[in-house]
């Protein structure tokens, strides 16, 4: 069975660009997080999807980030314009509905803003 | 207070020693605690998991929770140069629902 997929691993743009990070989710997982790490800090939460409808986007620092799921599948997170400070590792993870089972994560989508 | 406190390390043992890492916690809802290890630019991998308090052996790994003291351990028996990498703590309340919270992570290094 395959894993949380993220694309691209690594990315590098310039301030003011765009970048469109994607996961896909575990197959059948309902359940669909976005958690980022900056440099020095603990990894924290930006949002929760279950299917295509947003849970909790309470984590999310700001309006240039938007975060999709169409169709309760795969999910983007695009950052627009992007800030040095958006620099870090995005991770995405899937799990099933009931809850008890495991939280699964992606490698991470490397982002480097300059 | 930061909900959750982990010492960030490095902390470095000679290969066979037992590790003890450690989490403190203010957030008494928290009722599911996670063990997760973390390879260099890797994602984070699920080891342990236990819901409320007591004691929880996998192998070589024991987890451990005191929800009266608000202190959750991770112990690693005979480690090994493989088990070198950083190591998150990771909570949850109750209702599922809530998103997970992290602790900074221990870098460990176990040497041959």
């Known amino acids: 069975e395959a894993g949380v997929t993220q694309f691209p691993s690594h990315s590098v743009i310039e301030k003011g660009q765009t970048v469109t990070l994607r996961c896909d989710p575990i197959?059948?997982?309902?359940?669909l997080y976005w958690y980022r790490r900056v440099m020095g800090k603990e990894i924290k939460f930006l949002l929760h999807?279950?299917?295509?409808?947003?849970?909790?986007e309470s984590g999310m620092p700001n309006n240039r980030f938007l975060a999709e799921r169409t169709g309760g599948t795969y999910s983007t997170l695009k950052v627009q314009p992007a800030e040095l400070e958006d620099s870090g590792v995005y991770f995405c993870?899937?799990?099933?509905?009931?809850?008890?089972?495991?939280?699964?994560f992606g490698e991470g989508s490397w982002l480097t803003v300059v | 207070q930061k909900e959750v406190e982990q010492d960030p390390g490095p902390l470095s043992v000679p290969e066979g020693a037992i590790v003890s890492l450690n989490c403190t916690y203010s957030?008494?809802?928290?009722?599911?605690f996670m063990w997760y290890r973390q390879y260099s630019r890797k994602g984070p991998e699920l080891l342990m998991y236990t819901y409320s308090s007591g004691n929880k052996e996998d192998g070589r790994f024991t987890a451990q929770v005191d929800k009266s003291s608000k202190y959750i351990s991770l112990f690693i028996r005979d480690s090994q140069p493989s088990d070198s990498a950083t190591y998150l703590c990771?909570?949850?309340?109750?209702?599922?629902?809530?998103?997970?919270?992290f602790g900074k992570g221990t870098r460990l290094s176990v040497i041959a």
């Open positions: 990771a909570m949850i309340s109750s209702s599922g629902n809530t998103p997970l919270v």
């Open positions: 957030n008494s809802a928290f009722q599911y």
């Open positions: 993870a899937s799990r099933d509905r009931d809850f008890g089972n495991t939280i699964y």
């Open positions: 197959s059948g997982h309902d359940n």
């Open positions: 999807f279950v299917k295509e409808s947003k849970q909790d």
